[in-house]
């Protein structure tokens, strides 16, 4: 029985999710599965669900909005900031709006102060590509 192992196998497989997350950007944890499993085959979808669940709670990655179909994502970028979002493909793109957004928002609607991360939609650069004029 060696006990140290698995430790040690838990610890590596942690780093490379980081590390995959941080090379996407953003990803759900299937993404990260596909991705992980071209270096480690036998890894399963639990490991990955756990990982990235002990990631977030230690505040090394972040919670992303959620993809096209729902699934919960995880973000590389653990600083608040505000999200595009594509509703054709899906990809999600780090902004900043949050300051000149938030002024105008808050002008128009009379004595509320917004808080909390920005998230718009619409179709990206490469999806709208051809569909204009
Ligand atoms: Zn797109
Ligand atoms: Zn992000």
């Known amino acids: 029985m060696n006990v140290?192992?698995?430790?040690?196998?838990?610890?590596?497989y942690c780093?490379?999710?980081e590390e995959t997350l941080h090379f996407l950007g953003h990803a759900t944890n299937a993404e990260l599965l596909n991705n992980l499993q071209l270096t480690y085959p036998d890894?399963?979808?639990t490991t990955v669900h756990r990982a990235t669940a002990r990631l977030a709670s230690r505040g090394k990655i972040a919670i992303a909005p959620t993809d096209n179909s729902g699934s919960m994502r995880y973000d590389a970028n653990i600083k608040?900031?505000?999200h595009f979002q594509c509703s054709v493909c899906g990809r999600l793109h780090d902004t900043d709006i949050?300051?000149?957004?938030i002024p105008i928002l808050e002008s128009t609607i009379?004595?509320?102060s917004i808080s909390g991360q920005l998230?718009?939609?619409?179709?990206?650069?490469?999806c709208t590509k051809g569909y204009k004029k």
């Open 4 to 12: 140290t192992s698995t430790t040690e196998r838990q610890t590596k």
């Open 98 to 101: 949050k300051d000149k957004i």
């Open 119 to 126: 998230l718009v939609t619409g179709a990206c650069k490469k």
């Open 15 to 17: 780093q490379s999710i």
């Open 80 to 82: 608040p900031h505000d």
């Open 43 to 45: 890894l399963s979808a």
């Open 110 to 112: 009379d004595g509320c």
